[in-house]
């Protein structure tokens, strides 16, 4: 049986489409490029927020319009634990729906399939043939640590798609991880709803700075583990420690702060302790003086006013993150949030977005511009590029430690290089977001 999977969401659902290629390709099952290719589509979708709702269930339209005989169309991730019913009612070209962690159930389904085909010759696939990802190594991957949450964020729907929080038991996470190192692998990108409550459902407390010495000592081998998606009250003095320790744990964190105004924070239901974060983030650049700190906001909150929305500008430029995602607030009918009073005209939270958007821009050119001249070891992630301002001859794409997939900068590389290369370069130009290096050498990254 032939499959294409179509990923829609964050970066747990990329993981997520991984996990399930593992299961169709231990039954001989391969994966195709092309939808038009595969005996199954499936759709992993999302729900997060409703644009992520919509754009969900345009896709699967869009399928099901396209979707020739023989084929079937089956549904899986977030939006169906809220809404799989009524998509099944509302789109008859589906043949099967499958909540957001349903392997077995996707598996036992593509067993049989394999008899309805109608053009054996079409989709006969050879004895030798392997599974995608096995035959194109990737300079990085994501490893999901756990799923759902226990935190009671107004604004999220999180626990109602996902349940609460449940840890993968490390031993497994050891063995997942070993798989992507053998697979060539050069980074490997921890997340979960919260990867500091991890093992918390286990018993355990703290857990993370244990999984993370674990993950390490399996896999000397990959230069880079990298942590994403920290809960600010959850992120302690030992997990700064052992990050800063581990020669191939990147100083690196992602901690989602949500905003700064006390005040939007309680009705957010998130910690409201400035204080405490503020401790918290001068505890990580003391114990990692070289750590990026990554982070996200959220504006046009119910009731948030100028004077909160002032207080987060000042913080963002107090603060002086490596980086700053900026997100309009979406209000989601099963969210408590979207039934609050006072919300924001759209008109505003759009021009808030641009506000905060233009501080972080002007922190991130200077937090770049620092590190002209410094060496850095760059990933390499693509072939020759198009040619840009500011940049002489070939260069390559990359990313450094400060830069995590899909999220973050770049880095500019001059050169001819491979993806998975890793290239140590000096920073000559700082960008508003990116930078460009030269090459000193092509070596193993170090610390």
């Known amino acids: ?16 489409s991984e996990r399930i290629g593992r299961v169709l390709g231990e039954g001989a099952h391969v994966a195709v490029a092309e939808a038009s290719s595969a005996d199954v589509i499936i759709v992993n979708t999302c729900g997060f927020i ?25 549904v899986a991730g977030c939006l169906t634990a809220l809404h799989g019913d009524e998509l099944r009612a509302e789109i008859p070209e589906i043949d099967a729906v499958f ?32 599974p995608a990802a096995a035959q ?46 053998d697979e060539g692998v050069r980074e490997v990108v921890l997340v979960a709803q919260d990867s500091t409550d991890y093992g918390r459902d286990l018993g355990l407390r703290d857990a993370l700075p244990e999984l993370i010495e674990r993950l390490s000592g399996a896999v000397p081998e990959v230069p880079w583990l990298r942590v994403m998606y920290a809960y600010p009250g959850h992120v302690t003095r030992r997990l700064a420690e052992t990050m800063a320790r581990l020669p191939n744990v990147v100083p690196y964190l992602d901690i989602p702060l949500q905003h700064a105004s006390e005040a939007v924070l309680r009705r957010m239901k998130r910690p409201s302790d400035t204080r405490m974060v503020r401790e918290m983030l001068a505890m990580l650049r003391d114990t990692m003086p070289d750590i990026a700190l990554r982070t ?27 980086r700053v995602g900026c997100f309009t607030f979406s209000p ?23 506000a905060l958007m233009e501080v972080a821009q002007q922190v991130s050119t200077v937090r770049n511009r620092e590190m002209v001249g410094r060496e850095i070891d760059v990933l390499v992630e693509s072939t020759a590029a198009a040619p840009r301002d500011g940049v002489d001859g070939a260069f390559v794409v990359g990313r450094s430690y400060r830069d995590a997939p899909e999220v973050d900068g770049l880095v500019l590389l001059e050169g001819n290089f491979r993806p998975g290369d890793f290239v140590r370069a000096r920073v000559t130009r700082a960008l508003a977001y990116d930078v460009v290096a030269a090459p000193v050498a092509v070596a193993a990254p170090s610390r």
Request: hydrophobic share 40%; net charge neutral.
């Open 332 to 354: 989601q009918s099963e969210s408590p949030a979207a039934h609050e009073p006072d919300q924001v005209p759209e008109r505003v939270k759009k021009r808030r977005h641009r």
């Open 1 to 16: 049986m032939r499959y294409h999977i179509v990923t829609l969401g964050c970066a747990k659902n990329v993981a997520d």
């Open 50 to 74: 409703d644009a992520s709702k919509e754009e969900s269930v345009d896709t699967i339209l869009g399928l099901a319009a396209a979707k020739m005989r023989g084929q079937r169309l089956v």
């Open 136 to 181: 194109a190594p990737r300079p990085s991957a994501y490893l999901k640590i756990s799923d759902g949450c226990n935190a009671p964020c107004t604004f999220c729907i999180i626990p109602k798609m996902k349940g609460r929080l449940h840890s993968t038991p490390a031993d497994a996470l050891v063995q997942d991880a070993r798989r992507l190192a």
């Open 296 to 322: 996200t906001f959220i504006v046009g909150y119910p009731g948030e006013t100028e004077a909160d929305f002032n207080e987060l500008l000042a913080f963002v430029r107090e603060m002086a993150f490596d």
């Open 99 to 130: 909540g957001a962690e349903d392997w077995g159930g996707i598996g036992a389904y593509a067993r049989i399939v394999e008899p309805l085909r109608l053009d054996a010759q079409r989709y006969d696939v050879p004895d030798t043939a392997a």
